[in-house]
């Protein structure tokens, strides 16, 4: 089951725990070689069309401008652009097999290559940011929260697996232990808020309802 937290200006400064959990360290080279294997749209994974209608539901109006972190292969920004005809659309991702694909499938699109600790946009450049089943897979989640609310001038738009246990196998290859799909931390309600609270000083009311949305404004 999978969370949605929505977060309204602006950006702040307290800390949130971000854990003891270690990130692999070759993360481009991990989700190029997951890209080969991996399609993250509805035709291939229905989970994809589930955050898809899931992050509209919590969106609102329209906006006037979407930056999407962590595009994968693109599909979001597609919906954004194709159907929900929002004028500016740009997206970011870490790996250059994804920044590839999504360029072919979905051209009118701008997608950038990036790191989502560093975007490369001024403050409040986009009205939305979203990042969808992102955090989960960073070793600082708080630390990218505020650098995506940094750029977002209304509304941050989140999702997460909710509650997820987090897996680890050894590896018969290399005999070290590694995280499941890349997922290194997990988030439960209080976490969330947590989160919230990191990115947003100043918002005026928190709240987080699993498989529906979490929503701070």
């Known amino acids: 089951m999978d969370s949605v937290l929505k977060l309204d200006r602006p950006p702040g400064s307290a800390a949130v725990e971000e854990g003891q959990v270690v990130a692999p360290p070759r993360w481009r080279e991990f989700y190029g070689l997951k890209a080969e294997s991996q399609r993250f749209l509805p035709a291939f994974d229905d989970a994809e069309g589930h955050r898809v209608r899931m992050v509209k539901r919590v969106l609102g109006r329209r906006p006037a401008s979407v930056l999407d972190v962590g595009y994968g292969d ?17 997206g970011i991702d870490l790996a250059p097999a994804y920044v590839a694909r999504a360029r072919g499938l979905f051209p009118a699109v701008p997608f950038l290559e990036g790191d989502v600790y ?41 999702t997460v697996p909710f509650n997820e246990p987090l897996n680890q196998r050894l590896s018969p290859h290399c005999l070290r232990t590694f995280y499941l799909d890349g997922h290194i931390q997990r988030f439960d309600r209080e976490r969330l808020a947590a989160l919230a609270a ?6 005026r009311s928190c709240s987080v309802n699993t498989g529906v949305g979490a929503g701070v404004s």
Request: charged share 30%.
């Open 74 to 90: 693109g599909y979001w920004c597609h919906v954004l652009k194709d159907e929900l005809n929002v004028d500016r659309v740009e």
């Open 118 to 158: 560093a975007l490369p946009f001024g403050a409040s450049s986009f009205e939305v940011v979203t990042a969808v089943e992102v955090l989960e897979h960073l070793d600082q989640p708080g630390r990218a929260m505020r650098e995506l609310a940094r750029v977002a001038a209304r509304r941050v738009v989140v």
């Open 198 to 203: 990191d990115g947003a000083r100043g918002s």
